[in-house]
Nanobody, 124 residues
Framework: QVQLVESGGGLVQAGGSLRLSCVAS????????MGWFRQAPGKEREFVAA????????YYADSVKGRFTCSRDNAKNTVYLQMNNLKPEDTAVYYC?????????????????WGQGTQVTVSS
């Protein structure tokens, strides 16, 4: 079993920054990847970023490229999402997710485990 716990959300003004963390416990993540998704009220959950546990290759949605950075600390089983130059449209609940197998990083169906989510609110 895997547990994912996110933290770091909050309220920030437009142009500000936040760093989200996601601690994974329960197994060793090798040959798999972690993703960040977000869901705004009334909208579907959407892909934000992903990172391979081995090698650290990252992937980003076009809407966050150049503003968000995904990183990981393998020793701590933790992934981070550094969010800079935040915009009101970034307001959402942010979820981290773990995939134990190769596949499409941007697809919600690829992921086997999900965290409980953390709220990010960006005021204009």
């Amino acid at each position: 079993q895997v547990q994912l716990v996110e933290s770091g959300g909050g309220l920030v003004q437009a142009g500000g920054s936040l760093r989200l963390s996601c601690v994974a416990s329960g197994r060793t993540f090798t040959g798999s990847f972690m993703g960040w998704f977000r869901q705004a009220p009334g909208k579907e959950r959407e892909f934000v970023a992903a990172i391979m546990w081995t090698g650290g290759t990252t992937y980003y949605a076009d809407s966050v490229k150049g503003r968000f950075t995904c990183s990981r600390d393998n020793a701590k089983n933790t992934v981070y999402l550094q969010m800079n130059n935040l915009k009101p449209e970034d307001t959402a609940v942010y979820y981290c997710a773990a995939s134990l197998r190769a596949g499409l990083v941007f697809s919600t169906t690829q992921y086997d485990y999900w965290g409980q989510g953390t709220q990010v609110t960006v005021s204009s």
